[in-house]
T-cell receptor, first 116, second 112 residues
Framework: AQSVTQLDSHVSVSEGTPVLLRCNYSSSYSPSLFWYVQHPNKGLQLLLKYTSAATLVKGINGFEAEFKKSETSFHLTKPSAHMSDAAEYFCVVRSYSGGGADGLTFGKGTHLIIQP | NAGVTQTPKFQVLKTGQSMTLQCAQDMNHNSMYWYRQDPGMGLRLIYYSASEGTTDKGEVPNGYNVSRLNKREFSLRLESAAPSQTSVYFC???????????FGPGTRLTVT
């Protein structure tokens, strides 16, 4: 079984400052990890994914995340926040259990607030 | 390409009524999924279909049924709606295991 913990339910930063959204996971097998973003009243959009290639993953809109197996973490960062980054962010894990597909396991989400 | 489409966008039901949520994808994906999203809970998997002709239960299947009508379409049915099923429902599709999932815009369902 796998699980995901997003360590902050809300994060507030000023426009132009760095963003850090923290995510820890647990998985019995080699996981695939994703970050999705959801803007208000919209569906989910994939930001980036890790699937056992490079541990530093670059995504859309200047976001990136680093897979750290020793820390079981997959934190999302961006060097400079923009007002349009205000949204809900979900860390997601999928691991192969040998019993077939079972969808994704979502964290509870981090609400990112950008102060002008 | 439209991607993943869902109908309706909004629905209000009375307790005990039934309805079907429709989902279609035009990306020729094998796998399709239904999730529900509740405040502070993230998304939880209701049912999924790894390929045409197969369906399996997810984390919260009680009170729901699904049909994988063909490769494009995957419907979710509430036979007797309950207030606990008030939620936002998302359909998603994927080329297969370990690939990312692509989400529809969601259906906001209220059961009174």
């Amino acid at each position: 079984a796998q699980s995901v913990t997003q360590l902050d339910s809300h994060v507030s930063v000023s426009e132009g400052t760095p963003v850090l959204l923290r995510c820890n996971y647990s998985s019995s097998y080699s996981p695939s990890l994703f970050w999705y973003v959801q803007h208000p009243n919209k569906g989910l959009q994939l930001l980036l994914k890790y699937t056992s290639a490079a541990t530093l993953v670059k995504g859309i809109n200047g976001f990136e995340a680093e897979f750290k197996k020793s820390e079981t973490s997959f934190h999302l960062t961006k060097p400079s926040a923009h007002m349009s980054d205000a949204a809900e962010y979900f860390c997601v894990v999928r691991s192969y259990s040998g019993g077939g597909a079972d969808g994704l396991t979502f964290g509870k989400g981090t609400h990112l607030i950008i102060q002008p | 390409n439209a991607g993943v489409t869902q109908t309706p966008k909004f629905q209000v039901l009375k307790t005990g009524q039934s309805m079907t949520l429709q989902c279609a994808q035009d990306m020729n994906h094998n796998s399709m999924y239904w999730y529900r999203q509740d405040p502070g809970m993230g998304l939880r998997l209701i049912y999924y279909s790894a390929s045409e002709g197969t369906t399996d239960k997810g984390e919260v299947p009680n009170g729901y049924n699904v049909s994988r009508l063909n490769k494009r379409e995957f419907s979710l049915r509430l036979e007797s709606a309950a207030p606990s099923q008030t939620s936002v429902y998302f359909c998603a599709s994927s080329p297969g295991d370990f690939y990312e999932q692509y989400f529809g815009p969601g259906t906001r369902l209220t059961v009174t």
